[in-house]
């Protein structure tokens, strides 16, 4: 794996991403949306919402659905043949992987930063410090490996990138609705502490509360969250050098 062999496999994704309506729409502007729709549904103080229990499921959700777009990507490359002729050039599999993980959690990042900056009007008030952002940020950017990994899987058991969009959500509905935005009960919190957004969002929620960056609550999501990431984000990129290019 060479440096500058990734920092070109960079430039072009990220390059295919602003040439490209339609995945610019879904990496960039989808999640502007959504909090947009979402800021005015759940931020009136007359029906006893806030927008800040609303937000950390929102920042989870901006990483979540990165595995749709690994999938439908990935499916894609693979459908054209691209992939097949990577293997002809210098550059090695772990070239491309490092590329395409570090380009998506780029994206990814993005895709927060945008959140975060459209929910402050509607009353979106962190209460936490500059060390507070930056854990939260590097939480959200480990978290996004994960994603990353779940849309390796995807794209590896599809045989097309339509299939892939609809099998990634066999990944991303369970995170959203047991370990973002639906509260829990006592019958549903098991099977969201099964699930990686459940702990981040858990820890944005501590975070953006005040806690204690210290903690030993906010220490275990954190562990959880990198842990599992890591053992997905591998299992991802494994799977799909042995099984998906073919």
């Known amino acids: 794996m060479k440096f500058q062999r990734i920092i070109a496999l960079l430039k072009m994704d990220l390059k295919r991403v602003i040439f490209e309506p339609a995945y ?8 502007a949306v959504l909090t947009i729709v979402f800021g005015f549904a759940f931020s009136d103080p007359e029906l006893g919402m806030s927008f800040n229990a609303m937000a950390p499921g929102l920042f989870a959700y901006a990483c979540i659905f990165i595995i749709m777009i690994v999938a439908q990507s990935f ?13 002809t050039t210098p550059m090695t599999s772990g070239d491309f992987m ?9 994206i990814t990042m993005l895709q927060v930063v ?3 900056i459209l929910a402050l009007p509607f009353g979106f008030s962190p209460n936490t410090n500059i060390g507070g952002f930056l854990f939260a940020f590097l939480l959200m950017a480990i978290f996004s490996l994960s994603s990353v990994g779940l849309g390796l899987i995807t794209a590896t058991i599809s045989k097309s990138s339509g299939t892939a969009t609809g099998l990634s959500f066999i990944f991303i509905l369970p995170q959203m609705f047991f370990g973002t935005f639906i509260p829990l009960t006592k019958n549903t919190r098991p099977i969201a502490m ?9 820890a944005i929620k501590s975070i953006y509360s005040g806690a204690s960056l210290l903690s030993r609550n906010l220490l275990i999501d954190f562990a ?23």
Do not use: C, H, W
Request: hydrophobic share 55%; aromatic share 10%; charged share 15%.
């Open 24 to 31: 610019l729409f879904l990496m960039l502007l989808f999640p």
């Open 75 to 87: 499916s894609d490359l693979r459908e054209q043949g691209l992939l097949r002729r990577l293997n």
């Open 98 to 106: 490092g590329s395409q993980v570090i380009s998506n959690m780029i």
């Open 114 to 116: 945008i959140v975060f």
């Open 194 to 202: 099964a699930l990686p957004s459940y702990y981040v969002t858990d």
């Open 224 to 246: 959880v969250v990198s842990i599992v990431s890591i053992i997905i984000v591998i299992l991802g990129v494994q799977l799909f050098k042995k099984f998906g290019n073919k």
